[in-house]
């Protein structure tokens, strides 16, 4: 497989899928650039090189249809501010306009072609599409990590017409590693923190994890399915009844890997779901019938902060509480500041995954870890241990 740090584009036409799905505001100003920034270093590495650059993406959900509201042009001066560079446009990402495009580009050019879903084609992977598409390049690097977890024209099937010249950007090659080193490669004791609303969206995730972590961390509503099920009162706090089974199986083979589980021993108990509601502290296992937990308590805090601090590997999917209120986003507070002061000891940490992202970046953790994923669903199927096609398709 090459690489693209190894790689001269000196001459060479460079066709990158980026992932600039990007967040607009009404006007279609781009209002988070964090993803366009991620791209930088590939682009940068075909440009010093003496290539040129062909971006290919796609924007929202235009279904097949060209659709003015999802037209890359609204982005293109954004694109070329956090680039630092001019990036002309083509308003057709197949055909006539863009092999014009192309061909008049030359070394240290960029071109971003418009909304590969303009054509419902892209998603279908159709093999004529992706064909059409990797005309226009002399080789493929895929850097859309995002939208890896698709088989789709632009992110998987285009590579077969690059047998030789296919790689992965920096951004893909960094999120693939970091996955590595809590996968395969990790220093133990390798810690996983999992939370979030429900066991039946992370079973699969936990389950391909037991094989290769000392310690499980589960928080968050999903963490009530597991008390109940080992007999605990937990009120009206959120649980799945049928996933309690599950819930006594996962403890069960936690047990045979010698992985230990930490659950939140006390709550914060409320009799209402709101903010302003009166908070008293429960053992988790015993929760007074009216009450629910919406948060773990100040001695799970303790807990999980000695576990977090004496581990060398952590990855964190999901919140400890319900964080969207300020009231019960403490515990979730606190897990980042105990898994930022055990990177700081060197720890690796990575973030992965959703609403811990969102979280990570609105409360300044993405600066105190070792690395936040910029793919969710991508980053969620990696560690389910499913081979992403748009990685498959790379190695292949
Ligand atoms: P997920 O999408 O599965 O990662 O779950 C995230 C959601 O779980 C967030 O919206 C949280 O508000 C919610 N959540 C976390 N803890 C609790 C809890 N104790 N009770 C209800 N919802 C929770």
Same mark, same amino acid.
């Given at each position: 497989?090459?690489?693209?740090?190894?790689?001269?584009?000196?001459?060479?036409?460079?066709?990158?899928?980026?992932?600039?799905?990007?967040?607009?505001?009404?006007?279609?100003?781009?209002?988070?650039?964090?993803?366009?920034?991620?791209?930088?270093?590939?682009?940068?590495?075909?440009?010093?090189?003496?290539?040129?650059?062909?971006?290919?993406?796609?924007?929202?959900?235009?279904?097949?249809?060209?659709?003015?509201?999802?037209?890359?042009?609204?982005?293109?001066? #954004?694109?070329?501010?956090?680039?630092?560079?001019?990036?002309?446009?083509?308003?057709?990402?197949?055909?006539?306009?863009?092999?014009?495009?192309?061909?008049?580009?030359?070394?240290?050019?960029?071109?971003?072609?418009?909304?590969?879903?303009?054509?419902?084609?892209?998603?279908?992977?159709?093999?004529?599409?992706?064909?059409?598409?990797?005309?226009?390049?002399?080789?493929?690097?895929?850097?859309?990590?995002?939208?890896?977890?698709?088989?789709?024209?632009?992110?998987?099937?285009?590579?077969?017409?690059?047998?030789?010249?296919?790689?992965?950007?920096?951004?893909?090659?960094?999120?693939?590693?970091?996955?590595?080193?809590?996968?395969?490669?990790?220093?133990?004791?390798?810690?996983?923190?999992?939370?979030?609303?429900?066991?039946?969206?992370?079973?699969?995730?936990?389950?391909?994890?037991?094989?290769?972590?000392?310690?499980?961390?589960?928080?968050?509503?999903?963490?009530?399915?597991?008390?109940?099920?080992?007999?605990?009162?937990?009120?009206?706090?959120?649980?799945?009844?049928?996933?309690?089974?599950?819930?006594?199986?996962?403890?069960?083979?936690?047990?045979?890997?010698?992985?230990?589980?930490?659950?939140?021993?006390?709550?914060?108990?409320?009799?209402?779901?709101?903010?302003?509601?009166?908070?008293?502290?429960?053992?988790?296992?015993?929760?007074?019938?009216?009450?629910?937990?919406?948060?773990?308590?100040?001695? #799970?805090?303790?807990?999980?902060?000695?576990?977090?601090?004496?581990?060398?590997?952590?990855?964190?999917?999901?919140?400890?509480?319900?964080?969207?209120?300020?009231?019960?986003?403490?515990?979730?507070?606190?897990?980042?500041?105990?898994?930022?002061?055990?990177?700081?000891?060197?720890?690796?940490?990575?973030?992965?995954?959703?609403?811990?992202?969102?979280?990570?970046?609105?409360?300044?953790?993405?600066?105190?870890?070792?690395?936040?994923?910029?793919?969710?669903?991508?980053?969620?199927?990696?560690?389910?241990?499913?081979?992403?096609?748009?990685?498959?398709?790379?190695?292949?």
């Amino acid at each position: 497989m090459k690489r693209i740090s190894d790689f001269n584009f000196s001459g060479k036409k460079a066709l990158i899928r980026v992932d600039f799905n990007v967040p607009q505001n009404e006007e279609g100003e781009v209002t988070d650039t964090t993803r366009i920034l991620a791209a930088k270093p590939t682009i940068d590495k075909v440009i010093q090189d003496g290539g040129s650059v062909i971006l290919m993406t796609h924007l929202g959900r235009p279904k097949g249809q060209k659709n003015e509201k999802y037209s890359l042009k609204a982005i293109v001066s #954004t694109v070329a501010e956090v680039l630092g560079k001019e990036v002309q446009f083509a308003s057709d990402c197949i055909g006539e306009v863009a092999e014009q495009a192309v061909s008049n580009l030359k070394g240290g050019d960029i071109l971003l072609l418009e909304n590969l879903r303009f054509y419902n084609e892209e998603e279908a992977g159709n093999e004529d599409f992706a064909k059409k598409l990797a005309q226009l390049g002399d080789v493929y690097i895929n850097d859309a990590f995002g939208t890896a977890h698709r088989k789709h024209a632009s992110t998987a099937v285009v590579a077969e017409y690059f047998p030789e010249d296919k790689m992965f950007g920096f951004l893909m090659e960094k999120e693939l590693d970091a996955i590595d080193k809590v996968l395969h490669n990790g220093e133990k004791p390798v810690t996983a923190v999992i939370g979030g609303a429900k066991v039946s969206s992370k079973i699969t995730i936990i389950e391909n994890i037991l094989p290769v972590v000392d310690n499980i961390i589960i928080g968050g509503g999903m963490s009530f399915t597991f008390i109940k099920a080992q007999g605990g009162k937990i009120g009206t706090s959120l649980v799945e009844e049928d996933k309690q089974e599950l819930a006594l199986q996962i403890l069960e083979s936690a047990k045979k890997h010698n992985v230990k589980v930490y659950l939140p021993v006390d709550v914060k108990g409320v009799g209402e779901f709101s903010n302003d509601a009166e908070i008293t502290i429960y053992n988790s296992n015993e929760i007074p019938d009216d009450k629910m937990g919406l948060d773990c308590g100040p001695k #799970t805090s303790e807990i999980f902060d000695e576990v977090i601090k004496s581990s060398k590997t952590i990855l964190w999917n999901g919140p400890l509480g319900v964080f969207e209120m300020s009231n019960f986003a403490v515990g979730t507070i606190n897990l980042g500041n105990s898994i930022a002061e055990a990177n700081k000891q060197g720890a690796f940490s990575l973030v992965g995954g959703g609403d811990s992202v969102a979280f990570a970046k609105q409360y300044g953790y993405d600066s105190k870890v070792s690395y936040v994923s910029t793919g969710g669903g991508a980053m969620l199927e990696s560690l389910e241990g499913r081979e992403l096609p748009g990685v498959a398709a790379i190695k292949a």
